[in-house]
């Protein structure tokens, strides 16, 4: 009896039993690759290497095809022969230009963003405002004369400087909580456009790895490890404008590099009165890969900012001809800002299925701001000039543990991702005043120092199966919300905290290797201002948002991707701190729905072609029909570019955005109007040298870059007036661009 039982589980053993593949993924100069996706073209299966560029894929087959894509290498493939079964091998790829055909279409939950970076390579950034445009979608615009963050719209939303969206640098977070001007603020001006390597995002409350401010999506930036070469590069054009770019290695050893890249720019603007602007940025980076199981990364910066702006205009001012559409009503507007960061990121690869990765930061930030968005409505003989200052510092860490393991008959495999990590925000001088010409302090409208601390734990699993991938995920956050009134003469401090549960729920079908399904869910939220918090009681704090997202990915041929999303977003309550009131505004419940289309298109080895179209509805859930639109809600964007590289010694591109005309008050009876605007850019190399040209606006178009309804009354006006008032945006505006790689 006990012989047939052997025999028997031996058969059974040998049918159950699958082969793998192993091994690791170099680069021709023998630089362990992390990141490179290996994919098997027979089955679907897919993994991708680690920081010492190992990798192992199971379920392996004599005959298979496994191919090999690393954006920036040429892609390698090689049919598994029989001596390879359970074998282990070394890859070396070959450097190639980006192309689209580099990567491939897997079970990832945001794989759209690995075909989005071949945007990013295919037409860099050239300034700290056009890195949000990147994200399909994504619309942004400035209205405070080039120091202030930008306004941000997604998906239906006026996001404001960034209320329902979450954003990171290498992990350190951007958004500003309980800020002095917005919930949310992100500034992103302390990036240098040059050291962005990729973007990582995501729309929608789906990741478990997120937390505040995650309802309409997150951003991910990703800044170099390292440089190849030493660059310097001179920007100058109209409206007196100069940048300069410098990015120097410091360092470069055989497991270690540093590099030090530094930024300055000046312009006035195209406005009647000079913006002064000016802004310095540096950074230091320094990292470290024994190409075994550790890396690590040291990364210092400081950014510093000064302007004055015309600030928003009326309509009525301009038709009467009072001034013109660059003129202004206040010209003392504008003001001061800086932030310094410290930023350490380690990985520890304890086994082939194993990880910790651990991040800690800290960073201290200033900010000033002066601003007049009703003229004389409130005081007919000073003027409505406010003031907005903080000092904050801010503290956090996290750390995660990756393990992955093979389930059932070794055809499947389950990864699991959980991690915990904190936040605590040190806010002091936090203040709202009444000001006159930037120098009289009149009334302080509200002054206190606020604490906020975010506790958070997460657990995220991936089950792939065949052609399915099952991606469930649990957060818990816990926020504990501190405010002292220093405007009381008696000691006034007040304290919440609230706790939230959010699960998501992502599947992915891949019906073949070159077309995705998928449907997420979850339950995001975005936390109120602590001033918010605690003049409520407590009440309404965490407002969660609920999402779905139904769609698919296409990948008919290498070189073109189609993507298409339906998608739908609820929110449950929002109470609103207007800054510039000192007032809290409930927006009550709302209600949006939309689709999404994109277009990734490689025509040629050196034309490249994207674009996106993306409409929304979005209401108030809780008001009559004609009274139900949400102020600034784009309800139709679109964006596209056409770039080409190396034809001979020339590379370029152009690309446009378009935004369709929207409310701009409930009852759409004031209208923010549309626009459409074209850029361009032409480059001449020769040896290590690059002559160019950039042009914004290139069709000098009349258009308006931020519109609000807002009520104001002008010097002598008898009685106020509610209109559109606007910033102008920027005409047509050549610079001249030189920049030598040594």
Known sequence: MIKYFTVLFTLLGSIMYAHNLSGTVASQGNEALEGVSVYNNTTGAYTHSNVSGYFELDDISVGDIISFYGLGYKKHQLTIAENQLDGFIKVVLEESAVSLDQVVLVSKVNVLSNFVNVDVKANPVKSSQEILRKVPGLIIGQHAGGGKAEQIFLRGFDIDHGTDITIDVDGLPVNLVSHAHGQGYADMHFIIPETIDNIDFGMGPYYAQKGNFNTAGYIDLKTKEKID????????????????????????????????ASEMVLSDGAFESPQDFNRFNVMGRYHFNNREDQELSLTLSHFQSKWDASGQIPQRAVDQGLITRFGAIDDTEGGNTSRSNIIVNHSQQLDEHSRIKSKAFISAYDFELFSNFTFFLEDPVNADQIRQTENRTIIGAETSYEHSIHVGDHDSQLKYNTGIGFRYDDINDVQLSRTKNRQTLLE??????????????????????????????????????????LLTETYDNKSEDKVFLGPKL???????????????????????????VTANNGKEILPLAFGVDFGAIYKPMGKLVLNAALWTLYLQQ????????????PSGKTQRWGVDFGLRYQLADWLYLNGDVNYTHARSAEEPEGQDYIPLAPNLTSSAGLNFRDVGDFSGGINYRFVNDRPANEDNSIVAKGYLVTDMNLNYSIKNWTIGIIIENLFDTEWNETQFATESRLFNEAASVEEIHFTPGTPFYARGKISVRF
């Open 574 to 585: 929002e109470f609103v701190y207007v800054g510039d009131a000192a007032i809290v505004e």
């Open 444 to 485: 302080r409208l509200a002054y206190g120092n606020t604490d906020e601390l975010n506790l958070y734990g997460y657990l995220d699993l991936t089950y792939k199966k065949n052609k399915w991938t099952i991606n469930p995920g649990l957060r818990l956050d816990y926020f504990r919300f501190d405010y002292i009134n």
């Open 229 to 260: 070469q030493n660059l310097i590069s001179v920007e100058a054009g109209q409206f007196n404008s100069i940048r300069t770019l410098g990015m120097m290695k410091i360092y470069q050893g055989d497991f270690a590099n540093a590099y030090v």
């Open 506 to 532: 992502n599947v992915l079908y891949a019906a073949s290797p070159n077309f995705q399904v998928f449907a997420k869910s979850g339950i995001g939220f975005h936390s109120n201002d602590t001033r918010v």
